[in-house]
């Protein structure tokens, strides 16, 4: 497997391009702390991958009544404004590597996040990603998030190219399976979490690095 073999890719951001899902467990452990129960980092990695709203449903379903869901999720947003505007956020190593090596086989390239469009609008411009992308799908411009496939088949379709011949980057167990449920071929780089033998299943390769990707993908 190549990148010559593909027609486009589309890389994933939080967690893949840029290092934000420690600030993000930071912020929801500040919130429920604050709120008098506990997100332990190895809960919080169930959250990973996740729209705001099913990662909220999963904290309502495991903490029950302990949770005062409107003040946590007040508290989540807060600290999430609060920890971005203060940390500076890393761009994960390789990530630049491989965006010039797409750039040098002359792929078209887009982004497909979870996030919606003005924080992932901000986090691009701080990082200097902003300008290095055709096309960016977020999470507030469909209808179902990740694992369902939407983000996935709209990427594809503002790209104009077929599923069967766009290759892409996740690093959760959400994005591979909604790549993977749109026909994408996806290569994992796992973040926060190692994954199943179930959705490595679902992977043409799993990395431990993007360094490591694009030296395979451009031997």
Known sequence: MKLSDFAAVIFDM????????????QSWQRAAADCGFVITPHFYERLVGRSRADALQIVLEHFGDQVPMPDFHERVLHYETVCFAEAPIPVKPGAWDMIAAVDAHALPKALATSTHRPAARQRLVRTGLDRHFHITVTGDEVQRPKPAPDIYLAACERLGVSPRDVLAFEDSE??????????????????????????????????????????HLCA
């Open 14 to 25: 939080d967690g893949l391009l840029i290092d934000t899902e420690t600030l993000y467990c």
């Open 174 to 215: 959400p994005g591979v399976q909604a790549a993977h449920a749109a026909g994408v071929t996806v290569i994992m780089v796992p973040d926060f979490k190692a994954p199943s033998l179930e959705i490595q299943a679902r992977t043409a390769r799993v990395f431990p690095s993007l360094t490591l990707a694009r030296a």
